[in-house]
T-cell receptor, first 114, second 106 residues
Framework: DAGVIQSPRHEVTEMGQEVTLRCKPI?????LFWYRQTMMRGLELLIY????????DSGMPEDRFSAKMPNASFSTLKIQPSEPRDSAVYFCASSLGLAAYEQYFGPGTRLTVT | KNEVEQSPQNLTAQEGEFITINCSYS?????LHWLQQHPGGGIVSLFMLSSGKKKHGRLIATINIQEKHSSLHITASHPRDSAVYIC????????FGTGTSLTVIP
């Protein structure tokens, strides 16, 4: 398997623009996680899905952030409108289940909002 | 108060030294995860454990459920072990430590 695939790998955008990050989980995994990592705050869990259903979105910082998982092989994280403080590396991870299963991380998307 | 505390925050060691990174947590958990992140790199899951001890090559992870404590040991450390090591616990939520930055000097 190719592992978790994220696109784009790098994104530079201007403040106010819409940003969409994409993730393809490992085939057969039924849980998907979106994380944000910054120097200041470290690794933060934003939202996670199980069987395409959002389970906990309490980590989503603001209404500007939204995530969808229309099917088992694809998820998006959207920021609209983007702000400079959204600049971070966004990781997607997938696993065979929730709490007691190993997570496999994608390579991340480095987002810069100017 | 953080649900997961790691120590030390930073660690420098000479090549060949035995290294220990500690993780304490305050919540009930289903599992504890040790993650590794190289500078500028992605995140790799090293271990997931809910009891006892696991070993993979030069890496050993232990957990004491009663004491709510886990340790990650690296034997015969090597410069390529230089990375940030993150402890995370999962229950009905996920909690992360702030990471331990390890530098192994040749």
């Amino acid at each position: 398997d190719a592992g978790v695939i994220q696109s784009p790998r790098h994104e530079v955008t201007e403040m106010g623009q819409e940003v969409t990050l994409r993730c393809k989980p490992i085939s057969g995994h039924n849980s998907l996680f979106w994380y944000r990592q910054t120097m200041m705050r470290g690794l933060e869990l934003l939202i996670y899905f199980n069987n395409n259903v959002p389970i906990d979105d309490s980590g989503m910082p603001e209404d500007r952030f939204s995530a969808k998982m229309p099917n088992a092989s694809f998820s998006t994280l959207k920021i609209q409108p983007s702000e400079p403080r959204d600049s971070a590396v966004y990781f997607c991870a997938s696993s065979l289940g929730l709490a007691a299963y190993e997570q496999y991380f994608g390579p991340g998307t480095r987002l810069t909002v100017t | 108060k953080n649900e997961v505390e790691q120590s030390p925050q930073n660690l420098t060691a000479q090549e060949g030294e035995f290294i220990t990174i500690n993780c304490s947590y305050s919540v009930g958990i289903s599992a504890l995860h040790w993650l590794q992140q190289h500078p500028g790199g992605g995140i790799v899951s090293l271990f997931m454990l809910s009891s006892g001890k696991k070993k993979h090559g030069r890496l050993i992870a232990t957990i004491n459920i009663q004491e709510k404590h886990s340790s990650l040991h690296i034997t015969a450390s090597h410069p390529r072990d230089s990375a940030v090591y993150i402890c995370a616990v999962s229950s009905n939520q996920f909690y992360f430590g702030t990471g331990t930055s390890l530098t192994v000097i040749p």
